[in-house]
Nanobody, 131 residues
Framework: QVRLVESGGGLVQAGGSLRLSCAAS?????????????MSWFRQAPGKKREFVAN????????NYADSVKGRFTISRDNAVNTVDLQMNSLKPEDTAVYYC???????????????????WGQGTQVTVSS
């Protein structure tokens, strides 16, 4: 079973930066390892639906971002140590949310923005941006 553990959240002032990390362990139900699953970050603010933030595919390394974070956030993965990071710069109060990493073991990951396609989730880490 894949286990995902997020870290790095906290309280930061607007304009500041945080770096989130997601550590993966175990294998998927079909025996896949971290290096062969697509990884994404989602976030959920109080009273709102969980929303897509960023995605990185294992097949070709392609990356996608939500429009709201483009140019400010950077996703990266290190298959040698089974981690996926989210560097967040120029943070805004509206970035306040619980941030989750998620893994998708499908081959195409075409609907990377849809939380329902993801098979494994971490417990989340709180990010609070003060104005």
């Amino acid at each position: 079973q894949v286990r995902l553990v997020e870290s790095g959240g906290g309280l930061v002032q607007a304009g500041g930066s945080l770096r989130l990390s997601c550590a993966a362990s175990g294998r998927t139900s079909s025996g896949r390892t971290f290096s062969t699953v697509h990884m994404s970050w989602f976030r959920q603010a109080p009273g709102k639906k969980r929303e897509f933030v960023a995605n990185i595919r294992w097949t070709d390394g392609s990356i996608n971002y939500a429009d709201s974070v483009k140019g400010r956030f950077t996703i990266s993965r290190d298959n040698a140590v089974n981690t996926v990071d989210l560097q967040m710069n120029s943070l805004k109060p509206e970035d306040t949310a619980v941030y989750y990493c998620a893994a998708d073991e499908s081959f195409y990951n075409s609907r990377y923005y849809d939380s329902q396609i993801y098979d494994y989730w971490g417990q989340g880490t709180q990010v609070t941006v003060s104005s």
